[in-house]
Nanobody
Framework: QVQLVESGGGLVQPGGSARLSCAAS????????MGWFRQAPGKEREFVAA????????GYADSVKGRFTISRDNAKSTVYLQMNSLKPEDTAVYYC????????????????????WGQGTQVTVSS
């Protein structure tokens, strides 16, 4: 079992920045690929970013490419999402997820590939 707890959400002005954190506890964090997803009001949950457990590979949704950066610190069992140049359409509940894998450089973009999910943290981009 892996428990995931997100933090760092809140109200941000358009053009501003925020950093989300996801702290993991339980089984060995370093053997999990990690991902961030989000769900806006009235919309389905969608992929945002993902990172392999080695940090060698990362992937992003087109809508956030160039603005968001995913990273991880295996020693702290934490994955981060740095969000810059935020837009109102980035408003959503952001979830982190963990996918157990033996593949060093793989990351995953499909929700069904993830084994564990956090409870989510709200990010609201508004003036």
């Amino acid at each position: 079992q892996v428990q995931l707890v997100e933090s760092g959400g809140g109200l941000v002005q358009p053009g501003g920045s925020a950093r989300l954190s996801c702290a993991a506890s339980g089984r060995t964090f370093s053997t999990y690929a990690m991902g961030w997803f989000r769900q806006a009001p009235g919309k389905e949950r969608e992929f945002v970013a993902a990172i392999s457990w080695s940090s060698r590979s990362t992937g992003y949704a087109d809508s956030v490419k160039g603005r968001f950066t995913i990273s991880r610190d295996n020693a702290k069992s934490t994955v981060y999402l740095q969000m810059n140049s935020l837009k109102p359409e980035d408003t959503a509940v952001y979830y982190c997820a963990a996918a157990q894998t033996v593949r060093v450089s793989y990351y995953y973009i499909e929700q069904y590939e993830y084994d564990y999910w956090g409870q989510g943290t709200q990010v609201t981009v508004s003036s």
